[in-house]
């Protein structure tokens, strides 16, 4: 009986019962759990290796199914010799690889572990089956469900063919466009998303029980050479590699990774040996992956074929110095009977201990127990190549094409185009394909590129680049003669350009004159299919930029192309854009995010500016912004009438009955309902910060200690008791007339009132109670001591109070000295989150599946509570003011919404079905610039929206 037989026997006994001998405890034990399950059979199977058995284990060999029967027999006869682990299959064709795998394992003393390179599905090497998108695309797809269906779809396929291991993903962070080698095969150059991504992919193989392998570490993506032919160099610092090159691979082993593929590079920063690439050093593979980064899966080393590890030691060599370095499985040996040797000399010597060969030889049984090798079935190939192109692989790389098609720019709303237009195309690279795709939906024009001046002055062009993608190496590059028949049109003639290749295709090309930019990725039927669709409003456009192109193409971008029957009413912002960029130029404020949307659908959302005026950091949608007084409406009001619906106020209540220390003071009669009416007396605002710096060592500190806890900006902290000093200077402050007087103290009162009623802080309350149900990613209090890498507007350059630029800090002095959490102030986000909260306050309470609101309460709340000459308000909101009504005479009277200090502004007018949100940080860098409310441009952009719609 051949020993691979009497180990599934052993297995299948010890699943009914343990007999240990030297544990006389688990003698009848039934094991309970895959855990122990897995490590009887890898005990049994270890325990009986010899050890060159064992050594054999570490080495992984290549095999090729188009080299013929003597290198079929070449590679056998290895596996029988030298009893090796595993193999990693190159080319080419699916059925014959499945007969090989059928005679090898048949033949092998321990099951092989097979793994191959299958990125982008088995295409990569096997040929007549079907290839998925490269990760270039993925990452441009904002559903990760559908990396997961595909990564799904690839394990099925190994299953199929024999292999159990993809080395894949990718998690490289490609901020060089230059790389020869990685490029199209990283998810892109955020950081984030490649975790989305490649989380998604890991657990669509590995929940299929195909393992999985992250690649290169410490990170190929910003370099400029191939390893396949020298050793690249990663110059970067360790502050740099920690927080961008090895961040991905952080974040994978926190979930659950069970493979790390080494890359053949020179980073000094890791390594001082110049002559040492990271596969081969110890520093980098176990001090840095095993012991700092807590890694206990199975490590492989890139290729040991490449001339970026050759280079410097000879065959055998290099898997001696792979395994010292703390590799478990050493791939595509050039020399294993060499490499044996030497390692068995070395654990012979005690140069290397023999627990360190135990570890890696466990984990590979490990991974074998894992990919279920313990029950070798053999391989079917009848209708392989059916089930290896089936609808379902075809559907989901539809899917994919469909989701990922990218509009980067689109002004003055060329797109999409309609049937009627006068559509002229030119082709840059041809493709009959595409030509039939559009012509489904417009009689288009075709005229070749050479004669481009022939284009009459009232036809809109489409240029479309088709460069061949088969491969994610092929050149992306437009010819310099090519990007001047693409300038050449754009001065003449409304310009819509499409690249059928990567974004880097765009790199060094001017878009300042084409009026609407997309890119496809790759060039193909679907992609081809897909745009044709996006361009004419039959589908709608939903991918991102992965990548960051250049200074004015960053990733993030991506413009929504509503479907055509979701465009109407269509808004054209040119006048908008024209407001908003005079009012940049004006200096009223540096940035801009604007989002306008009717019935549901956003026809705005746009960004303008830089974070500072000196500054070259684009704002796109990403951005967050200091929302000052929308924090009384978006935190205070929302949770006030979650509070009254849940019964833990009550509108006539008194404010006394919730905070105990006004029982004796006027504060204590108010009610709740005038708190929120702003009808209380209450001066608008204290200027507490002045009255606590004339004492400054006494209520500020430079460090966090006992007694000061409350951090009100980098490096101060004020008093831990800061609420009851507070309080004391509240209850001394002047009460006015009991007429409306806007003011910051009756929101902080509300907000003592909800954390009494509650027993909670604010912060908890509001991230329980809304941004955990509607989901709101990018909206915080502290932003910046949340998350480091948020991408936040800066809102003012404080020499006086807090001496810094506050960015990530309230600019809201009195909030600040709170710790940036107030019922009035202090809460960031953007106007894709409020987005959110605003069609809660529009659609009844309600957004998506989640009622947040009650309708009857938002109802009352929203309602108008008090009128005058000047103001109208309802409960938390405001009603139409002045400003309001001077500029957008077409506002209906069922309209609400609120301004804030910084230059931010909402409104929702509920007979028009419309929501208008307008961010700004007018107040950088200084916040007496009150510009931008003289000239009321908030108002006047809203006007123009008032008049399309």
């Not at 001696?320 to 070395?346: H, M, P, R, T, Y």
């Not at 947040?852 to 709340?861: A, D, G, H, Q, S």
């Amino acid at each position: 009986m051949k020993i691979k037989l009497l180990y599934s026997l052993l297995f299948v006994l010890s699943i009914i019962s343990i007999s240990c001998s030297q544990n006389s405890k688990k003698t009848d034990k039934v094991i309970e759990n895959e855990e122990e399950s897995s490590k009887i059979w890898v005990d049994s199977i270890y325990n009986s290796l010899s050890l060159d058995e064992k050594v054999g284990q570490l080495f992984n060999v290549a095999i090729y199914t188009n080299k013929g029967d003597a290198h079929f027999k070449e590679i056998l006869d290895l596996i029988k010799k030298e009893n090796i682990g595993g193999l990693i299959f190159m080319q080419d064709d699916a059925k014959k690889q499945i007969e090989y795998i059928n005679t090898i394992q048949k033949e092998a003393k321990v099951p092989l572990l097979i793994g191959m390179d299958l990125e982008f599905g088995l295409a990569m090497r096997l040929k007549n089956t079907h290839q998925f998108p490269y990760a270039m695309t993925l990452g441009a797809v904002q559903d990760n469900n559908l990396i997961y269906a595909m990564a799904n779809q690839i394990a099925l396929d190994c299953k199929k063919i024999g292999v159990h291991w993809n080395f894949a993903p990718v998690v490289d962070v490609n901020t060089n466009p230059n790389n020869p080698i990685i490029g199209n095969r990283s998810f892109g150059s955020d950081r984030e998303n490649i975790v989305e991504k490649s989380i998604a992919y890991m657990n669509g193989l590995q929940d299929n029980h195909i393992l999985s392998s992250a690649k290169h570490f410490p990170g190929h993506g910003d370099t400029s050479s191939d390893s396949h032919k020298s050793l690249p160099v990663v110059a970067h610092n360790i502050e740099r590699l920690q927080e961008t090159e090895l961040y991905p691979f952080k974040k994978l082993i926190e979930n659950g990774v069970m493979g790390i593929m080494v890359a053949h590079l020179q980073v000094p920063a890791l390594e001082k040996n110049e002559k040492i690439p990271s596969s081969l050093s110890k520093n980098i593979v176990t001090d840095l992956l095993k012991n700092e980064l807590k890694f206990n899966g199975l490590i492989v080393t890139d290729a040991l074929n490449m001339k970026g590890v050759t280079i410097n030691f000879p065959d055998g060599e290099t898997d001696l110095k792979a395994f010292e370095a703390g590799n478990d499985v050493l791939l595509f040996s050039q020399a294993v009977e060499k490499g044996k040797q030497k390692i068995i000399d070395a654990i012979k010597s005690k140069k290397i201990p023999e627990s360190r060969l135990e570890e890696s030889v466990k984990k590979i049984l490990n991974a074998k127990y894992f990919a279920e090798l313990y029950a070798i079935k053999k391989l079917e190939t009848d209708s392989i190549y059916e089930e290896l192109n089936s609808e379902n692989h075809k559907k989901i790389s539809e899917e994919i094409y469909n989701n990922a098609v990218t509009v980067v720019k689109n002004d003055s709303y060329l797109l999409p185009f309609s049937e009627k237009d006068n559509v002229v195309v030119v082709q840059i690279g041809e493709s009959d394909n595409f030509i039939q795709e559009l012509k489904k939906y417009n009689n288009i024009t075709v005229i070749n590129k050479t004669e481009y001046y022939k284009i009459k002055p009232d036809s809109k062009v489409l240029i479309s680049v088709n460069k061949d993608t088969s491969t994610p190496y092929k050149s992306y590059k437009i010819s310099n003669q090519d990007k001047v028949i693409i300038e050449k049109i754009a001065e003449k003639n409304p310009t819509s350009l499409v690249v059928f290749t990567s974004p880097y295709s765009l790199k060094d090309i001017s878009i300042n004159n084409l009026k609407s930019v997309v890119v496809a990725y790759e060039n193909n039927e679907y992609t081809q299919s897909a745009v044709a669709k996006v361009l004419f409003g039959k589908m709608e456009s939903k991918g991102k930029l992965p990548v960051d192109v250049n200074d004015e193409i960053l990733a993030g971008m991506g413009i929504q192309i509503l479907e055509e029957s979701a465009t109407k009413p269509k808004l054209n912002t040119a006048k908008i854009d024209t407001i908003i960029e005079q009012a940049i130029k004006r200096k009223e404020t540096p940035s801009v995010q604007l989002l306008v949307a009717h019935k549901g659908d956003v026809l705005v959302n746009k960004s303008y500016g830089t974070e500072t005026y000196e500054s070259s950091n684009k704002i796109d949608s990403t951005y967050i912004y200091d929302l000052a007084s929308l924090t009384k409406v978006f935190a205070t009001t929302s949770l006030a009438m979650i509070a009254l619906d849940e019964s833990k106020i009550n509108l006539n209540d008194n404010v006394k009955k919730y905070l105990t220390e006004y029982e004796n003071h006027y504060i204590g009669t108010l009610t709740i309902r005038e708190l929120l009416q702003h009808k209380t007396g209450l001066v608008s605002y204290i200027p507490f910060y002045r009255q606590f710096l004339e004492r400054k060592n006494l209520f500020f500190y430079n460090i966090e200690t006992q007694n000061f806890e409350v951090k009100v900006a980098d490096n101060i902290f004020t008093r831990s008791d800061i609420y009851r000093l507070i309080t004391k200077v509240i209850k001394k402050s002047e009460i006015t007339n009991k007429q409306f007087e806007y003011s910051d103290l009756n929101m902080f009162l509300m907000m003592r009132i909800l954390e009494e009623s509650y027993s909670s802080n604010f912060e908890s309350l509001f991230n329980e109670k809304v941004k955990s149900k509607l989901n709101l990613t990018n909206t915080f209090f502290n932003p910046n001591e949340k998350n480091k890498d948020l991408k936040i507007v800066p809102t003012v350059d404080d020499n006086y109070f807090r001496n810094q630029i506050v960015k990530g800090y309230v600019q809201d002095e009195f909030a600040g000295i709170l710790g940036g959490v107030s019922g009035h102030a202090g809460l960031f986000s953007n106007t894709e989150d409020l987005f959110k909260l605003t069609s809660a306050f529009l659609n009844n309470g309600k957004y998506d599946d989640v009622q947040l609101f009650n309708p009857e309460i938002l109802n009352l709340f929203t309602k108008e509570q008090y009128n005058s000459k000047y103001v109208s308000r309802g409960l938390g909101f405001d009603k139409q003011t002045n400003k309001i009504k001077e500029k957008t005479q077409k506002i209906s009277d069922d309209s609400f919404g609120h301004y804030g200090y910084t230059g931010t502004m909402f409104w929702i007018d509920k007979k028009k079905d419309l929501i208008y949100i307008f961010l700004s940080n007018r107040t950088f860098p200084n916040a007496s610039n009150n510009s931008l409310n003289k000239n009321r441009t908030r108002e006047r952009v809203f006007a123009e929206v008032l008049k399309q719609i």
